[in-house]
Nanobody, 122 residues
Framework: QVHLVESGGGLVQPGGSLRLSCVAS????????MGWYRQPPGKQRELVAA???????NYAEAVKGRFTVSRDNAKNTVYLQMNSLKPEDSAVYYC????????????????WGQGTQVTVSS
């Protein structure tokens, strides 16, 4: 099993910055893509940013140029640096990891964190 723990959410004023972190632990054999999704109130969950093990990235249009996803493979950790935050960025942010475990070598599955609230408001 893979366990994800997120941190770094909170309340910030428009134009401010936050950095989210997500640590993956458990019986991990290999991690492919690590990334972040968000779910605003009353809306569906959407991709924010993802970073593949080979280094390619995928960003939502709404966050391009403001958010940066990065990872530390040695620590099984993914980060989301959020700058120039806007009220419409307010949402619950979820960490997502595509991983295989020691019991399922070569077979990848999606794992999710519990979510961390980001609120952008003056």
């Amino acid at each position: 099993q893979v366990h994800l723990v997120e941190s770094g959410g909170g309340l910030v004023q428009p134009g401010g910055s936050l950095r989210l972190s997500c640590v993956a632990s458990g019986s991990i054999f290999s991690i492919n893509t690590m990334g972040w999704y968000r779910q605003p109130p009353g809306k569906q969950r959407e991709l924010v940013a993802a970073l593949a093990s080979a280094g390619s990235t995928n960003y939502a249009e709404a966050v391009k140029g403001r958010f940066t996803v990065s990872r530390d493979n040695a620590k099984n950790t993914v980060y989301l640096q959020m700058n120039s935050l806007k009220p419409e960025d307010s949402a619950v942010y979820y960490c997502n990891v595509e991983a295989s475990t020691k019991a399922t070598i070569g077979r990848f599955a999606d794992y999710w964190g519990q979510g961390t609230q980001v609120t952008v408001s003056s």
